[in-house]
């Protein structure tokens, strides 16, 4: 710095030097050497020069450094530090994080300590001192690390060039002690290893551990209330802490982001409660929330009765608004964009979802959607387990009511023809034998007073098959003894069996017995007498199964 000056008041300065330099301060800086002129002039106009030389000193100061030896009788030494420069500073560094001011500061680590000379021209010179140790004197280090909010505990590393035979004494913050090599530890501090060998030589080495949990600021301003004037407004999470290495997080379980969720000031749409997380690069995070109201003055909800069809294919669904919540009354409602109007029920609906819309008095509204489900289709199929197409004249078959729900959702069951169900007025399924053909209905009835039916027609062939041998031989060998009347199974009974010879004659009888017995029949005799062969007449009245009563008759021989 060129130093100017004068005895006069309220003079100017005018500086020239080497390269062109000029100034108009009293005092400036000047980066060369060479002849600098100083021209200082009055307020009268009278002045005055003088000139100054200005020699660079660049000359760095010498430096010497000497270290030694250390012992287990012996375990420090001073480091040795010298210049023939005078005014210098000194600064030491070495193993460990290892630093000192001191010309010769005292030492008890081996390694290699650098002395920086820094002469009063700001010039430095290095020089670089050796310290050794015996043998038996343990080398030792010491690794520190770094707590985090995401590293909450570590493990501290302790060396010995003496791996064998010794001892590891740890010390820390808060009387933190601990004899093993590698410690895990969760306070930061400075913590002292100590190595002790059998011989009783020991070194010490620390291990710094910083404690990095600094936690952001998550923070929310109140945010405006939702109405019909105001649908949406703006989270304002600027009051945080942001800068390198903060990240966030905008999240809502029961709103809605319209936009500009990735920064600070998103827009919503929805009333809601809305956090901010922020977390940090050492892991610490924090997070803050805020309520988003919607206005009473809106309607915001409305307790609403969905009445669907009660069959199927039934468009008598009804929609029945009550109690609305928030807005200003009266209200008028829409339904499917319809238009607006005071009648709160709509009706003779099908099954359908619908959007409902509810205007205050204000012109504010609110929109919902109202499902009628289709009920479930009552169906009925009326079959039957026949085999074949038609049911012989005697025999019985199986209707079977198939219905779409379960039969305890039924109401009525009704069969046709009436009587049908006299012993199970309940059944789905009935045993029937008609004896001709007929059409058999089923309607069923359930809880709702939904009603569906079927039919199924039996046909029933009318048979009537009744049997007389043309011929028999009552010799008594055991075979056709008997003259028998055989029939069906639709066959009941045989009222009455006659014989008759050529003439008219009755010679045998027999009434109201079944049919196809072999037990009952004509045995060739009259009276006890057997009968010359010859051809007879017989006649039969046979009943069936339908009351129907028929007449047969027909020839026989009677053989020897």
Do not use: H
């Amino acid at each position: 710095m060129l130093d100017g000056g004068s005895t006069t008041a309220n003079v100017m300065y005018a500086w020239t030097g080497p390269g062109g330099f000029s100034s108009t301060l009293s005092d400036p800086n000047a980066t060369a050497s060479g002849n600098y002129t100083l021209t200082v002039t009055a307020p009268n106009g009278c002045s005055s020069t003088m000139n100054l030389n200005v020699v660079q000193n660049t000359t760095p100061p010498d430096a010497g450094a000497n270290g030694g030896n250390i012992t287990c009788t012996v375990p420090t030494l001073n480091l040795q530090g010298s210049s023939t420069t005078t005014g210098v500073s000194w600064t030491w560094a070495g193993p460990n994080g290892y630093s000192s001011t001191l010309q010769n500061p005292t030492v008890n680590q081996a390694g290699a300590y650098t002395l920086t000379v820094t002469g009063v021209n700001g010039c430095t010179a290095s020089a670089t001192a050796n310290v050794t140790a015996d043998a038996g004197i343990p080398v030792v280090t010491a690794t520190s690390g770094l707590i985090t909010c995401l590293i909450t505990s570590l493990q501290l590393e302790g060396t010995s060039s003496i791996p064998m035979g010794i001892t590891w004494e740890w010390g820390g913050p808060s009387g933190f002690a601990s004899n093993e090599q590698n410690p895990t530890i969760s306070t930061s501090g400075t913590y002292t290893l100590t190595v002790t060998t059998t011989a009783g030589c020991s070194s010490t080495a620390q291990a710094i551990v910083i404690e990095d949990t600094a936690t952001p600021t998550a923070n929310i301003a109140p945010a405006d209330q939702l109405d019909c004037v105001t649908p949406n407004t703006i989270l304002d999470g600027t009051g945080s802490t942001t800068g390198v290495g903060i990240s966030f997080v905008w999240s809502t379980t029961n709103g809605s982001f319209a936009n500009g969720q990735n920064s600070l000031t998103p827009t919503v749409d929805e009333a809601g409660t809305y956090t901010l997380t922020l977390t940090a690069s050492n892991g610490c995070t924090d997070e803050a929330s805020v309520v988003v109201n919607l206005s009473d003055a809106t309607p915001n909800g409305a307790e609403i009765s969905a009445n669907p069809p009660a069959c199927f294919g039934d468009v008598n669904g009804s929609i029945i608004v009550g109690q609305v919540s928030g807005g200003t009354s009266p209200f008028t409602y829409s339904l499917d964009g319809g238009p607006f109007g005071n009648q709160n029920t709509f009706t003779n609906l099908p099954p359908d979802t619908y959007e409902l819309t509810i205007s205050d008095a204000t012109g504010c509204t609110w929109q919902t959607e109202v499902t009628l489900d289709a009920p479930t289709e009552l169906t009925i199929n009326l079959a039957t387990d026949l085999q074949a197409e038609v049911l012989s004249l005697g025999e019985t078959v199986e209707l079977q009511g198939n219905v779409s729900v379960p039969a305890s959702g039924l109401s009525t069951v009704i069969w046709s023809p009436i009587g049908l169900d006299a012993d199970c007025p309940s059944c789905l399924t009935l045993t029937v034998s008609p004896t001709v053909t007929t059409n058999y209905s089923l309607t069923v009835t359930d809880e709702q007073g939904c009603t569906a039916s079927d039919q199924v027609t039996v046909i029933v062939k009318v048979d009537r098959p009744v049997y007389v041998p043309n011929a028999f031989s009552p010799n008594d060998d055991g075979l056709n003894d008997k003259l028998n009347i055989f029939g069906g199974t639709t066959v009941t009974k045989v009222n009455s069996f006659l014989l008759f010879d050529r003439w008219g004659e009755t010679l045998y009888e027999f009434y109201n017995f079944p049919p196809n017995d072999v037990t009952i029949g004509w045995d060739g005799k009259y009276r006890g007498d057997k009968l010359n062969p010859g051809v007879y007449v017989w006649f039969a009245e046979v009943e069936f199964v339908d009351g129907k009563v028929e007449l047969y008759k027909g020839d026989v021989v009677l053989m020897k």
